[in-house]
């Protein structure tokens, strides 16, 4: 059973930074892809950054492309967002998903991953 785990949500004014860490445990990822998506109320769940675990590979959403950055420590099986220059419109629960599908290709849709963690909240407040 695949078990994950986010951390580091908390508050943050606009502008500022956050790091976003998920542990996954449960197998082995080299056929996964990691991803993180954010949720806010009453929307559907977005795609935000994925990493293909075994070439890491990295993906972004448009919209936080050159301000965030998704990394993993492949040993430790742990994915980290950072998140830089946050905007007042990003404020969200975000979760942390594993997609079985993702050995060779990034999978941005949340239907393609099949564990997700129960989510941290990031609020972006002054």
């Known amino acids: 059973q695949v078990h994950l785990i986010e951390s580091g949500g908390g508050l943050v004014q606009p502008g500022g930074s956050l790091r976003l860490s998920c542990a996954a445990s449960g197998r082995s990822f080299t056929s996964y892809a990691l991803g993180w998506f954010r949720q806010r109320p009453g929307k559907e769940r977005e795609f935000v950054a994925a990493?293909?675990?075994?070439?890491?590979?990295?993906y972004y959403a448009d919209s936080v492309k050159g301000r965030f950055t998704v990394s993993g420590d492949n040993a430790e099986n742990t994915l980290y967002l950072q998140m830089n220059r946050l905007r007042p419109e990003e404020p969200a629960v975000y979760y942390c998903?594993?997609?079985?599908?993702?050995?060779?290709?990034?999978?941005?849709?949340?239907?393609?991953?099949?564990?997700w963690g129960q989510g941290t909240q990031v609020t972006v407040s002054s």
């Open positions: 998903g594993a997609s079985p599908w993702g050995a060779y290709t990034p999978r941005t849709r949340a239907n393609e991953y099949e564990y």
């Open positions: 990493r293909i675990w075994a070439s890491s590979e990295t």
